[in-house]
């Protein structure tokens, strides 16, 4: 926002005391470097007031605000990088390490209300359901499958006893385990729906779409902050859009790798949104830092002259 130079005269004994906020101060002083009437007005209140080297005042409240500037930039930085940590720590402990089906995994039982009981042994600490009606309509099925965690094999995580697969309005048809290394289902319970064939849950690709979402965007972000460089407020925001779908893409690349296929998509997203937001601040925040360094030198040089 440009301030004219009747509100930055008005503005001038507030700013030579010290007495604004940080943002009107680098309204003031992006003005006061652009504009020499009032570069002349200020060093000739400062004169009034029989402040001696009028030309360095400037400066020197300005390595003040630039210090401020750096103290908020420093917590910044230590709030990013806990919260990353955090983010990762957690990601990597508590991601599904999916188990192949073997006799004794689960143990199945039929009650007389029509509800399924599939207990679990001791090594699973998650599992996913996917209920579909049978092909013939009379009935519905279940397709479960279990994974262990990081934290659950420290003791860290509750393991999970049982489930109950029950349907008010219709029987349950079929339980099925389903496999997350591209075998067949396999049937626990019930009848074949696939006499001819077989059964695969297949994952989810709807991280794909917004991997690719975030690299049109990463992509038109850059090419418009090129573009909008020299207009400060707009380059800013378009930066912080530019930053936010780089650090998605990163983050997606750490908790998926080079794959967007998923059988945990809602699981998987939550964990690259909570490391892309930390990293997206992170990455901000050095380039204010890198800002704030260059102003500092900057106003070092005309301290010294």
Known sequence: MRLSCDVIK?????????????????????????????????????????????HSVLPLLKMKNLLRKKKAVAIGVAIA???????????????????????????????????????????????????????????????????????????????VDRIVLTNEEESVASVYYYQTDGTLDTLIHG??????????????LNLTYYFAAAGIVMVTSLIAVLVFRKHNIIARGLLVILLVSTSYIVSHMIVRGMTSASYQSTRDLLAILSITLPLSALIYFATVSYTIRKERQTAEKVNDK
């Open 81 to 159: 990088l806990t919260l990353l940590f955090s983010a990762l720590f957690f990601s990597f402990l508590s991601a599904p390490d999916y188990i192949p089906y073997s006799e004794g995994l689960l143990e199945v039982t039929e009650l007389s209300d029509g509800s399924i009981i599939v207990q679990m042994n001791q090594e699973v600490h998650g599992y996913d359901i996917n209920e579909t009606s049978s092909e013939d309509g009379d009935g519905s099925v279940y397709h479960v499958t279990t994974w262990t965690t990081t934290l659950g094999e420290a003791g860290l995580s509750d393991g």
């Open 10 to 54: 008005d503005l001038t004994p507030l700013y030579a005391e010290g007495m604004l906020s940080e943002t009107s101060v680098d309204l003031v002083e992006e003005h006061l470097e652009e504009c020499e009437d009032c570069q002349l007005y200020l060093q000739t209140m400062n004169q009034k007031q029989d402040v001696p080297e009028d």
């Open 191 to 204: 009848r074949n729906e696939n006499i001819n064939g077989g059964t695969m849950i297949l994952p989810r």
